[in-house]
């Protein structure tokens, strides 16, 4: 007679446990992983759709009224509400609107977790609380345009991202000068990809994108990393031993890249949300005016607000991007 041989019951619990363990170490990651990824393709696809929409306005400035008090109160302010009725509704499929003080009505969070994760946010409501150097930083003379502290207003789309707009309609068209990170943006989105559900962090479900110019509009939707790098760089260097900030992103991953001069911008009008260090007299774009060492390109100053033009072989800091 053959002997019958298998599993006993207590072998067959351990092995399960096993696996659970082993799941409940593995799956969370998993998870994360597919998130992110599913999270990039949307971000992605919002972009491409609001700046397709946003082409098609013939301007972007101008819409609904504010109007402030001696004390620079507003007493009116229908501009953001306005821009989203009167404007972008004609080019973008909405789903609902909400007004000023209604944000979460259209599923805006009232807390968000910053890019690090390591501080929350009360949701901003206003354009001052977006962040105040809009409207109190350093202006050139000759600037067209200012930046109005108007209230945000909230829209939700067909594919339940719910984005409130932080409106800016005295923005300029950008024609006479080149220093325009705050008067030549002219609207400010900040989106959360599934409504109220969570995590409600920057990076992850909540992100930005800025429309620049009063006419012929820019539309940027960066990704920033998630710390600066750790010292300062130059934008170009032919000497061995300094470090170029060309090639610092690469060098932190391949996935990473300089951002542009918009980008940039659009990285200082929300630097609140990614907890950049307003006090930095500049980080370094990849937008170069000349080439070599004693070239030009273009640095985002976080202390007044302004994009200057910087020698290359001057130091800045860097924020990277995903490409």
């Given at each position: 007679?053959?002997?019958?041989?298998?599993?006993?019951?207590?072998?067959?619990?351990?092995?399960?446990?096993?696996?659970?363990?082993?799941?409940?170490?593995?799956?969370?990651?998993?998870?994360?992983?597919?998130?992110?990824?599913?999270?990039?393709?949307?971000?992605?696809?919002l972009h491409a759709r609001l700046a397709q929409a946003i082409g098609?306005?013939?301007?972007?400035?101008?819409?609904?009224?504010?109007?402030?008090?001696?004390?620079?109160?507003?007493?009116?302010?229908?501009?953001?509400?306005?821009?989203?009725?009167?404007?972008?509704?004609?080019?973008?499929?909405?789903?609902?609107?909400?007004?000023?003080?209604?944000?979460?009505?259209?599923?805006?969070?009232?807390?968000?977790?910053?890019?690090?994760?390591?501080?929350?946010?009360?949701?901003?409501?206003?354009?001052?609380?977006?962040?105040?150097?809009?409207?109190?930083?350093?202006?050139?003379?000759?600037?067209?345009?200012?930046?109005?502290?108007?209230?945000?207003?909230?829209?939700?789309?067909?594919?339940?991202?719910?984005?409130?707009?932080?409106?800016?309609?005295?923005?300029?068209?950008?024609?006479?000068?080149?220093?325009?990170?705050?008067?030549?943006?002219?609207?400010?989105?900040?989106?959360?990809?599934?409504?109220?559900?969570?995590?409600?962090?920057?990076?992850?479900?909540?992100?930005?994108?800025?429309?620049?110019?009063?006419?012929?509009?820019?539309?940027?939707?960066?990704?920033?990393?998630?710390?600066?790098?750790?010292?300062?760089?130059?934008?170009?260097?032919?000497?061995?031993?300094?470090?170029?900030?060309?090639?610092?992103?690469?060098?932190?991953?391949?996935?990473?890249?300089?951002?542009?001069?918009?980008?940039?911008?659009?990285?200082?009008?929300?630097?609140?949300?990614?907890?950049?260090?307003?006090?930095?007299?500049?980080?370094?774009?990849?937008?170069?005016?000349?080439?070599?060492?004693?070239?030009?390109?273009?640095?985002?100053?976080?202390?007044?607000?302004?994009?200057?033009?910087?020698?290359?072989?001057?130091?800045?800091?860097?924020?990277?991007?995903?490409?």
């Amino acid at each position: 007679m053959k002997k019958k041989t298998g599993f006993t019951l207590a072998e067959i619990l351990i092995t399960l446990a096993i696996i659970g363990i082993v799941a409940a170490i593995t799956l969370p990651s998993l998870l994360v992983n597919v998130n992110e990824k599913a999270w990039d393709a949307q971000k992605k696809a919002l972009h491409a759709r609001l700046a397709q929409a946003i082409g098609q306005m013939n301007t972007l400035g101008g819409y609904g009224t504010f109007e402030t008090n001696e004390e620079g109160t507003a007493t009116v302010d229908t501009a953001a509400e306005s821009f989203i009725l009167d404007a972008l509704s004609k080019v973008y499929k909405i789903n609902n609107v909400c007004g000023p003080d209604k944000l979460s009505s259209c599923g805006i969070p009232s807390k968000i977790t910053t890019l690090n994760g390591t501080s929350e946010l009360t949701f901003p409501t206003k354009m001052s609380e977006l962040n105040d150097k809009l409207l109190n930083g350093q202006r050139y003379e000759g600037e067209e345009g200012d930046v109005a502290d108007t209230k945000a207003a909230a829209f939700e789309t067909v594919n339940g991202e719910s984005i409130a707009v932080f409106y800016n309609p005295l923005c300029s068209s950008d024609k006479t000068f080149d220093h325009y990170s705050k008067n030549r943006m002219c609207v400010n989105f900040v989106y959360d990809l599934n409504g109220s559900e969570g995590p409600n962090q920057v990076g992850k479900d909540i992100g930005f994108i800025t429309a620049f110019n009063n006419k012929s509009p820019i539309v940027v939707a960066p990704i920033p990393y998630s710390t600066d790098y750790k010292s300062t760089v130059q934008q170009y260097s032919t000497e061995t031993e300094a470090v170029d900030a060309q090639a610092v992103c690469k060098t932190m991953s391949e996935d990473l890249r300089l951002p542009d001069k918009d980008e940039l911008a659009s990285l200082f009008i929300n630097s609140p949300l990614i907890e950049l260090n307003k006090s930095i007299s500049g980080y370094w774009s990849g937008s170069v005016i000349s080439l070599g060492s004693s070239g030009l390109a273009w640095y985002q100053n976080f202390n007044v607000g302004h994009l200057s033009r910087g020698k290359r072989s001057d130091t800045h800091y860097v924020r990277c991007v995903e490409k």
